[in-house]
């Protein structure tokens, strides 16, 4: 008779990250703590604000922040969880807050408690596009990259709600963050989103800070920003400065011409240019002058016989180039 294996156990938040007692934590000074590098996610402002530093002014901090210490900086430390407590302390005049220090936290699993500290204290529809891109594609990687995080998940979720937690508004509503997210489906489940949804956001974290911030701003549509975000790093770095020039808009016709053009790998700044300034639309062809001959006897006065053509070229090129910036400059001054 064979024996039966016994399954792995789950590990839970103390063998995983080793986060401790609350009664344990350690009071650390105000100007000794960093927010998270490239924290995703807003602060709390106005009456939000106001709510939270009154409870902390009634109450104090009841919940201590989640830190490690900064891997430079000795003494020093970066905040996983508490980035509003720690500026609702600065603002009144709280110089130490109380800390669980946690070691040997690698950047994936860092980020992991940064979005699921924020996803416990706030209603999911709460976040912004950038936000919501962020947790989605992070529950997705920790699936990946370690299985299930339920225990993990769960315990961070008691220490957010152990005693009195500071509330910044009493009708707001928190998301349940227990549930197994071992598939896309479940995470559309989890987060009330159509799995295609859940597919469309992982793409939208691919799209570069300029740009998820004209999504987050509704300069961009969400559609028409998923497109986009199949363009390399470099085309998207092109297409922020040129909607920045001009104002340009991105529907969704554009967005579909820019992404099938990159993945053609036929996408350059010009056509980029015309693509926008509506030129050039998916299924056309790229706009050019017209092929041109120069007849010898225009060119034969400025250049010797044994000048090479590439050196015409150039200088040519050169010609036109302080010809046309010239041309500008004049037409600025006539219209002042």
């Known amino acids: 008779m064979s024996m039966k294996k016994n399954k792995p156990r789950l590990k839970n938040i103390d063998e995983m990250f080793g986060i401790e007692d609350l009664k344990s934590s350690d009071l650390i000074p105000v100007n000794n703590l960093l927010p998270f590098k490239n924290h995703p996610f807003n602060l709390y402002d106005g009456e939000r604000f106001e709510n939270m530093a009154d409870s ?9 922040i989640i830190v490690r210490p900064h891997n430079l900086m000795p003494n020093i430390y970066e905040i996983l969880s508490g980035h509003n407590r720690v500026e609702a302390a600065k603002f009144l005049g709280i110089e130490n807050v109380p800390a669980v220090i946690k070691t040997d936290i690698d950047d994936d699993d860092a980020l992991l408690i940064v979005t699921e500290t924020n996803l416990a204290q706030r209603s999911f529809a709460e976040f912004k596009h950038s936000e919501k891109a ?7 990687n920790a699936v990946k990259k370690q299985g299930k995080r339920n225990d993990l998940i769960n315990e961070i979720n008691k220490l957010l709600n152990t005693d009195k937690p500071h509330k910044t508004d009493k009708n707001e509503t928190c998301a349940k963050i227990g549930t197994s997210l071992k598939s896309r489906d479940k995470t559309a489940e989890k987060f009330g989103l159509d799995p295609k949804n859940i597919s469309r956001y992982i793409r939208l974290a691919e799209l570069n800070a300029a740009l998820l911030s004209k999504v987050d701003n509704k300069q961009i549509a969400f559609n028409p920003a998923v497109s986009i975000s199949y363009l390399t790093p470099d085309e998207q770095t092109e297409l922020n400065r040129l909607i920045e020039a001009n104002k340009y808009k991105v529907d969704m016709k554009k967005a579909e011409a820019l992404r099938e053009y990159s993945e053609n790998k036929k996408l350059t700044d010009e056509i980029i ?11 056309t062809s790229p706009q050019s002058p017209p092929a041109l001959k120069i007849r010898h006897k225009v060119y034969s006065k400025f250049f010797s016989p044994d000048t090479k053509q590439k050196e015409m070229e150039a200088i040519i090129e050169q010609a036109l180039t302080e010809y046309f910036a010239n041309h500008q400059k004049q037409e600025g001054e006539e219209s002042v």
């Open 134 to 140: 962020v947790i989605i594609k992070t529950h997705m």
């Open 56 to 64: 902390i002014k009634a109450n104090g901090i009841i919940v201590p």
């Open 273 to 283: 240019y015309q693509i926008l300034s509506g030129a050039l639309s998916k299924g």
